[in-house]
């Protein structure tokens, strides 16, 4: 039998120690409680958590550690969450240490002595670790009374807010330290601290300086007491009258893991469920409290078909039977001629595969597009060759990959904004010594947290930013984001620093849907799994799935073809599910195409510009009431059951089965089941991958500064986005809108600026930035309708001037 030097190693380093007369063998410098929990002995602990530093504040933990005459011993109990193990070192916990179990006692002891016995109004109470390790390691009487000098317990005034999302009940708090220590060293937000002295030593903030951060809500779920609360749950419910049940965060492409904790078909609170691939035990505060859209007032319920002037009505929407939809649906579209079929990038990855099967097996069309942003034809290759699964050296980078990673590149991604899980993994990757690289107009304050190096770069100038980057191994990983393919040449440009550095590359896209949906085939150029519309392989391995005579063979128009062709007259239907007009490339032309189309069928959750204009609306069902799966940037499947059954609207996959079946080309589907059993059938593309090489862009050249500021722009986690209504305390929490500029801008304009685009113009406070002059940045969606409809396109010219106050 051989042994491996990695696996010699392990086994060089192992320690042996005694926990209550149990032998275990574990690696060197493993804490004391954790070598008790691998025999299954379970010390009580407040402070301890196993994502955090060690700090042995709350003392709960206590052990006898005697001398067993090797020098191993103390003669006191000692801290198990800090103590490390030692060879030959004999350990008794409470379960068998009258010694343990009386120090315990009295720490319990201690820290009731202030704390209020108001369980029954505390909405930790039913799930409190203080309160159960009360009643299995603590007195059953107390020694402290309230009556006498000195008796009574400490008040404090309450609640105070750390955030708008987060209160603070100071009496509760027990000291622990785990909501200062996950600030300080997960997120990277330290405005929250432990100030005073002794007894009168609390939580708090400094003034005027609330507690900002992305990721506070973590704070509320690691406090194990009632101290930290939350604004929108606080007094809701009691733990005891929830169901709870696993699913996955549907905001961004990270695929975290969450619990959903419901009441009566009510969503009362969502948690961070405990993954240690994906996000460990945390989730953004977006994925935490961004879940009350799905139950605004203007949430469609029923469908609706629009009396056409033409046939006599009145050219209003109207209530419809779900047959009734279904047909009127069918009519219109094989009466409008060519149809393009518009996604969005929110769906689920079978209800991506169906707008993908329904485009070409329904629609006969290869006009189908996921992308609701701006984007490029580099873009729509590069994506085929070296996204989709089975692509050539895409694959096995992971969230282990990025803390592992010697040199991580940031190009046209702000993960902090983008993908806090990818964010929070750069935070232990730094601490491991990675080095960070961010390509980006200015140092954010995300990549000041990862202590990054900035390439200060104008909008335009990523491809020529990123071949002249120099120090890269195979250790390294190139993240991209979505918002490169603005940059002409940029995608082209990363793909060859990773290539020629043998190093991993990544794209990370905003929406959940969007890794599942190239999968599923919502491009124009691409298939389902990866199989190239060109091969004529491909689209017979397809067509014989989906058991038609054949699958169209010229690749089809992209998002923003459609919409040009719409408004020319070329197509003359539009099938939109879940787009928002003002984050596509040019809402005004979305908009146009909506009105110029003889029919739109919009599958949508709430009323929006789109159900407003189209002939046939079918109401869709939420993340939570619909089964499904979201593919991760890294490529990894995130199946999740439905939460609640709800009859008022259906999955994307039935509706579009429905106007299928009634087209008289049925799909072959009708549940999530039976697609999967379906996709899972045609599975990956294993043929010839040649036509999936990326069309390289050039670089664009830099127009004269004379003709203003470059735009850049990027959304900000928490913003306006629809998905984000109903919680006005969560939305609080968002970052103020500013506009950052250059000093020599600033000292030329002022403190209050209007910049000025094709689009419109908007006036925002300036602030100071790292930026290269010429450049000015705004946030994509936290004003108005967002950069794109009010101002300008990302990289185009806007003119700045002061505003007088």
Same mark, same amino acid.
């Given at each position: ?76 109990? &000692? ?47 039913? !799930? ?194 779900? +047959? ?86 940031? $190009? ?69 984001? !979505? ?14 620093? $990773? ?41 017979? #391995? ?104 709800? +009859? ?50 050039? +670089? ?23 998905? &984000? #209504?109903? #919680? ?22 002022? +403190? ?16 100071? $930035? ?36």
């Amino acid at each position: 039998m051989t042994t491996t030097p990695e696996k010699a190693a392990q086994e060089t380093d192992l320690v042996t120690v005694t926990i209550d007369g149990v032998q275990v063998s574990v690696p060197k410098d493993t804490l004391v409680i954790r070598a008790a929990e691998q025999v299954g002995v379970q010390i009580p602990r407040f402070c301890d958590h196993p994502l955090l530093a060690p700090v042995g504040a709350c003392r709960q933990c206590l052990v006898d550690v005697p001398d067993a005459g090797n020098g191993r011993g103390f003669p006191k109990p &000692q801290a198990s969450c800090t103590l490390p193990v030692a060879d030959g070192m004999v350990v008794s916990t409470q379960l068998t240490s009258e010694v343990a179990d009386k120090a315990q006692q009295g720490v319990m002891e201690f820290l009731l002595i202030n704390h209020p016995l108001d369980c029954p109004v505390c909405d930790k109470g039913g !799930e409190c670790p203080l309160q159960n390790q009360a009643m299995s390691n603590g007195r059953g009487e107390s020694r402290f009374t309230d009556s006498g000098a000195g008796g009574i317990k400490r008040t404090f005034p309450k609640p105070i807010n750390l955030s708008p999302q987060i209160l603070l009940d100071r009496e509760r708090c027990i000291v622990c330290q785990r909501c200062t220590r996950f600030a300080a060293e997960i997120a990277g937000d330290p405005f929250i601290e432990l100030v005073e002295r002794g007894a009168q030593q609390q939580i708090g903030i400094a003034e005027n300086a609330p507690f900002l951060s992305y990721f506070g809500g973590n704070v509320i779920q690691i406090c194990p007491v009632g101290a930290l609360t939350s604004e929108s749950y606080r007094f809701r419910s009691r733990p005891f009258d929830l169901v709870s049940t696993p699913s996955v965060a549907e905001h961004d492409a990270c695929g975290s893991a969450i619990r959903v904790d419901h009441r009566r078909g009510k969503v009362m609170r969502r948690l961070a469920g405990n993954d240690p691939e994906v996000n460990e035990e945390w989730i953004t505060d977006k994925d935490r409290f961004a879940f009350t859209y799905a139950t605004a007032p203007d949430r469609i319920t029923y469908p609706q078909v629009r009396d056409r002037v033409e046939d006599g009505g009145d050219g209003a929407l109207r209530p419809a039977s779900w +047959p009734e939809a279904f047909a009127v649906a069918a009519r219109g579209l094989a009466a409008a001629g060519a149809i393009g079929v518009l996604p969005g990038g929110r769906v689920t990855a079978e209800d991506a595969f169906a707008y993908s099967s329904f485009a070409r097996v329904a629609l006969g069309t290869n006009d189908v597009d996921f992308r609701a942003r701006p984007l490029s034809a580099e873009e729509t290759s590069f994506l085929a060759a070296r996204v989709v699964l089975g692509a050539p050296q895409v694959g096995g980078v992971s969230y282990a990959d990025l803390e592992a990673a010697s040199t991580v590149v940031l $190009a046209g991604l702000e993960p902090e904004d983008e993908a806090g899980m990818v964010f929070l993994r750069l935070r232990k990757a730094v601490k491991a010594g990675a080095r960070v690289v961010a390509v980006a107009p200015f140092s954010t304050r995300g990549l000041r947290k990862l202590g990054g190096e900035l390439v200060a770069t104008a909008p335009g100038g990523e491809a020529t930013a990123l071949d002249a980057l120099t120090g890269l191994d195979e250790r390294s990983v190139v993240l991209v984001g !979505e918002r490169l393919a603005t940059s002409p040449g940029a995608l082209s440009a990363a793909a060859r620093l $990773a290539d020629g550095a043998g190093a991993r590359l990544a794209w990370v896209p905003r929406r959940a849907g969007d890794r599942g949906a190239i999968e599923a085939g919502c491009l124009p150029n691409l298939l389902p799994g990866g199989r190239p519309v060109a091969d004529a392989s491909a689209r017979v #391995d397809a067509a014989a799935t989906w058991g038609v005579d054949g699958v169209p063979e010229t690749p089809g128009r992209d998002a923003d073809a459609i919409v040009a062709a719409a408004v020319a007259g070329e197509l003359g239907g539009l099938v939109v599910g879940g787009v928002d007009p003002d984050d596509t490339a040019d809402p005004a032309a979305f908009r146009a195409a909506l009105d110029a189309a003889s029919f739109v069928v919009a599958l949508e959750l709430r009323e929006t510009d789109v159900t407003r204009a189209a002939d046939v609306v079918f109401p869709v069902a939420p993340v939570s009431d619909k089964a499904g799966t979201f593919v991760t940037w890294e490529g990894r499947v995130r199946p999740f059951e439905a939460v609640f059954s709800n +009859p008022a609207s259906l999955p994307d996959l039935r509706i579009l089965a429905g106007i299928a079946e009634e087209l008289g080309r049925p799909l072959g589907f009708r549940t999530v089941q039976e697609v999967r059993a379906r996709m899972a059938e045609m599975g990956p593309w294993d043929g010839a991958r040649a036509t999936h090489e990326p069309v390289a862009a050039a +670089p664009a050249a830099p127009a004269a500064a004379s003709e203003g500021l470059l735009l850049a722009t990027w959304k900000q986690l928490v913003d306006n986005g629809s998905m &984000q #209504d109903g #919680d006005d305390f969560y939305r609080s929490t968002g970052r103020t809108p500013v506009v950052r500029v250059t000093r020599t801008v600033y000292d030329a304009v002022g +403190p209050v600026v209007t910049l000025t685009g094709d689009r419109g113009s908007v006036s925002l406070p300036a602030e100071i $930035a790292d930026l290269p002059e010429g450049v000015a940045w705004v946030p994509a969606n936290s004003f108005g309708n967002g950069v794109l409809a009010d101002l300008a396109s990302p990289g185009s010219r806007v003119t700045v001037k002061g505003v007088e106050a």
